[in-house]
């Protein structure tokens, strides 16, 4: 499964997309499994605000004054889908210290710059296990695309 997942990544790659393994969620307990991988949207975040503040090492491969797009399968589906709710609603997640806690200026900055969201097979964003903050939870402004089948 791991090498047809890696050849899907090379494949996408390969259409000028920057696709992201990140792999510290597995150690760094800033993802708080407490919340149940809820935070895990931050790992998106820090590896865009690594892009933006050494965008002279990526410049002659990456255009970082346009627009992202981000897209996700199943916990990556509800990733995207949270960073659309945040930048559509900036106090989303405010109520989970340990989770807002996590989000710089940088990040904010950088997830003003989503311009469209793919998000496939999430997990159900509805209920309060996946969605710490469904009050706030809103995506309407965003250009956002959810394929589902359950």
């Not at 809820?38 to 002659?60: C, G, H, I, Q």
């Not at 710089?104 to 903050?133: C, E, F, Q, W």
Request: aromatic residues 10%; negative net charge.
């Amino acid at each position: 499964m791991t090498m047809a997942y890696d050849a899907l990544q090379s494949q996408i790659a390969s259409y000028n997309f920057v696709v992201a393994e990140y792999l510290s969620c597995a150690v760094d307990q800033e993802c708080s499994w407490a919340h149940n991988g809820m935070a895990s949207f931050v790992e998106v975040l820090k590896l865009t605000t690594y892009l933006e503040d050494n965008a002279k090492d990526w410049s002659d491969r990456l255009d970082l004054s346009k627009n992202y797009s981000v897209s996700g399968h199943s916990t990556g589906a509800r990733v995207v889908l949270m960073l659309a709710a945040l930048k559509d609603t900036p106090v989303y997640m405010s109520n989970i210290p340990a989770i807002s806690g996590l989000i710089t200026p940088a990040m904010r900055a950088s997830v003003a710059k989503i311009g469209s969201v793919v998000s496939d097979h999430p997990d159900m964003m509805y209920l309060p296990k996946y969605n710490g903050d469904i009050a706030h939870y809103n995506t309407s402004s965003s250009w956002t695309l959810v394929h589902s089948m359950r």
